[in-house]
């Protein structure tokens, strides 16, 4: 079985290291909300598996980040929401259709 975990950023996510108790330390990633924690599994060679874990997820989350700064710079952007939409507005009396319909200005 697996398990797929989607996060879509807002502002104000990020990740840390943190020590829930001595001795111990989870990374973890998101906000309050949504959060992904990272744990050393109680294994022998769990800290090794996790090590190495941690700094692949460093290197793909980095190579990530600079694809993202670069979309971001090279984009250009669209009109907001509200104005790409001003000219659509319902129409409750439109003959032959109870429920109204949209119609473009």
Do not use: K
Not at 20 to 36: D, F, K, N
Not at 62 to 77: A, K, V
């Amino acid at each position: 079985m697996s398990i797929h975990v989607v996060i879509q950023p807002l502002a104000g996510y990020g990740a840390e290291v943190v020590s829930p108790s001595p001795g111990v330390r989870q990374l973890v990633a998101g906000s309050e909300g949504a959060t992904l924690l990272v744990q050393v599994p109680a294994r022998i060679g769990g800290l090794s598996d996790t090590a190495r874990f941690a700094r692949s997820l460093a290197a793909a989350a980095s190579e990530f980040g600079e694809w993202c700064e670069t979309q971001n710079r090279s984009r250009s952007y669209s009109l907001p929401m509200t104005e790409q939409w001003s000219r659509i507005r319902l129409d409750p009396s439109a003959p032959g259709d109870d429920t109204g319909s949209s119609a473009v200005e």
